[in-house]
Nanobody, 123 residues
Framework: QVQLVESGGGLVQAGGSLRLSCAASERTFSNYAMGWFRQTPGKEREFLAAISRGGGSTRYADYVKGRFTISRDNARNMGYLQMNSLKPEDAATYYC????????????????WGQGTQVTVSA
């Protein structure tokens, strides 16, 4: 497993943007695919986006496609989620995750999770 720490959450107005960051402890971060998820109270954690180990392949949930962009910098052991055109319904706790399998991220069963960062979107 790899330790992950998210940052970059906060309060933003509807229509605004935020960039979330995910710092990985593992020096071989490039051995892991990574992804982003979110969760609101009383609901299941939902998949948002995933990126392959080298960054050449990405997957997005339909509800964020075109607004959110996942990226990574393996040299810095960092992952990112750029969120644009934010809506009040995007408010949630956002989590990054990592696994050696991109598929396990897509089916929401990665081995490693961060602690989450809160995003609030005001109308």
């Amino acid at each position: 497993q790899v330790q992950l720490v998210e940052s970059g959450g906060g309060l933003v107005q509807a229509g605004g943007s935020l960039r979330l960051s995910c710092a990985a402890s593992e020096r071989t971060f490039s051995n892991y695919a990574m992804g982003w998820f979110r969760q609101t109270p009383g609901k299941e954690r939902e998949f948002l986006a995933a990126i392959s180990r080298g960054g050449g392949s990405t997957r997005y949930a339909d509800y964020v496609k075109g607004r959110f962009t996942i990226s990574r910098d393996n040299a810095r052991n960092m992952g990112y989620l750029q969120m644009n055109s934010l809506k009040p319904e995007d408010a949630a706790t956002y989590y990054c995750a990592a696994d050696q399998s991109l598929h396990k991220l897509i089916i929401r069963t990665p081995d490693s999770w961060g602690q989450g960062t809160q995003v609030t979107v005001s109308a």
